[in-house]
């Protein structure tokens, strides 16, 4: 499950995605999958679907945080391995521009 403190971070992009017009995997293995749904008008977050995703991000909680504070490099993170990305790269690379 997704603890309060990411739920919120997340929350807080929402804003700056709506105009990404995709739906968005994170997974974070046993801590959640939860879902950007940025397909029309406003983001919104869900904490499970089983909706097929436009683009799934693997990727630790503790990297996301790090990510949403700025202290990892999306692109270092990519290449190191810290992020994993299945389907639509380039939807991957504006989320992270919006929530980085």
């Known amino acids: 499950m997704l603890d309060e403190t990411l739920q919120e971070r997340l929350e807080a992009a929402l804003p700056a995605l709506s105009r990404l017009g995709a739906l968005v995997r ?3 293995g046993a801590d959640g999958r939860p ?5 029309g008008g406003s983001a919104r977050l869900e904490l499970e679907s089983d909706e097929p995703a436009d ?7 503790e990297n996301l945080i790090k990510l949403t504070e700025g202290k990892l490099d999306p692109m270092l993170g990519y ?3 810290k992020i994993k990305v299945a389907g639509s790269l380039g939807v991957a690379m504006k989320l992270v521009g919006a929530i980085a």
Not at 35 to 39: E, K, N, P, Q, W
Not at 55 to 61: N, S
């Open 79 to 81: 290449t190191l391995g």
């Open 35 to 39: 879902v950007i749904d940025a397909r």
């Open 26 to 28: 994170f997974d974070l």
């Open 55 to 61: 683009c799934t991000i693997k990727i630790t909680r």
